[in-house]
């Protein structure tokens, strides 16, 4: 990343990301010899793909060990209190002032989270229902309708980004702006390098990127609150929040929102590039879905159990604990393989096979537990709009023999780059 975060466009910051948490190796081939040689590894699982983890420095200056099965990682991610998220501080962390909910613990994590929860529920998210699948269709298929090709993730990279920026409480009235956020946003991502060639350059234009993202959010924050603080957005409910008996000041919004800003539209891009590359490489499926769209749904849930978008999360363990004969130190990481546990063949039948028919259990795609996706049932609704617009507005959509199969990849954060199809 030479170029400064100005000139950089939204698709090369969403590549670089990519390129980052790549890695190397089959990381199913490798997860399915571990759940049958062992339930638990002593060491770093992770190091052998050579992506980042969120321990950051201390990545490899601890005793670590890796868990594969779904009832083990089970136990971890819903207990919070043995296993924590705080060393995610010195991390991603690092670049939001330590105001990041994924490395809150205890009490703290509690209430920030009770502060934000209600922006993302349900009832409220489905609101919002109309205006994204009005802006779906207006405002990026319809205009595709006429080119009869074109890269889906060109669609599935901008949508997101516009939904989401409109929910947090964005003005709406600039589509470039949301672009520039959604790069600086991504380069604070790309800040965790394990590269020690590109780690300086990489924090460089991570701490550049913070800084852009905290003025302009700082003054939507700022004029918001001075016109009365209003709507049913992120920002409009946390400036009418009390957290520990007082109001939120303007720099703890503005940080609470700068921390929401990474994963609010790239994690549903990747999610929706799975999900469009199942949907058009399994025999049959589209034709199966497009006639009976009560199958989306199913279709989402079980992309999100077979290609999970983040393959690990980690814990830090705050007493000494002991899995299959095995102790581990208090201060210890374990690496929770939820790609692993998502296909745990003592759980799901065949969990190879992608099978939207297949009964519903619970899997990790959106984490488990105190710190499970807080913006889940937005990515939801994000993927079903975007999937029922498609199937209606661009008829006998099908892969473009002109171009490779789309081929969903990556150790840490897993998805297709591309998706080149035809309609008619």
Known sequence: MNQTIDDQSLERAYSAVSD?????????????????????????????????TNAGLQ????PTFALFRHQD????????TNYT?????????AFFDGLIVLAMDG?????????????????TVNKWRDPIDNVIRKDFLEKMIPLKKADLMEFGLGVPIRVMYALLGFPTDNKEKYRQYAAWALAMVGGNQVDKERFEEARRSAGVAVARLYEVIHEVVVQRRAQGSQGDDVIGRLLRAEHEGRMLDDHEVTTFVRSLLPASGETTTRTFSSVMTLLLTTPGLIDRV?????????LIDETVRYEPVATFKIRETAKEVAFHGVTIPKGSFIQCMVVSANRDEEVFEHPDVFDIDRRTKLSFGFGFGPHMCIGQFVAKLELNCAINAILDLLPNLRLDPDHPVPVIEGAQLRGAPHIHVLWD
């Open 290 to 298: 497009r006639a009976d769209r009560s199958l989306v749904p199913k």
């Open 107 to 123: 009490e703290q994590h509690r209430k920030v989270r009770a502060l934000l929860q209600p922006a993302f529920m349900p009832e």
């Open 20 to 52: 980052t948490y790549k890695g190397a190796g089959d990381i199913h081939a490798a997860c399915r010899l571990a759940r049958s040689e062992s339930p638990i590894y002593i060491g770093d699982f992770v190091k052998q793909f050579g992506v980042p």
């Open 85 to 93: 998220s705080g060393f995610i501080a010195e991390g991603l962390g």
């Open 73 to 80: 990682i089970m136990a971890v991610l819903r207990d919070a």
């Open 59 to 62: 990545q490899g200056t601890r």
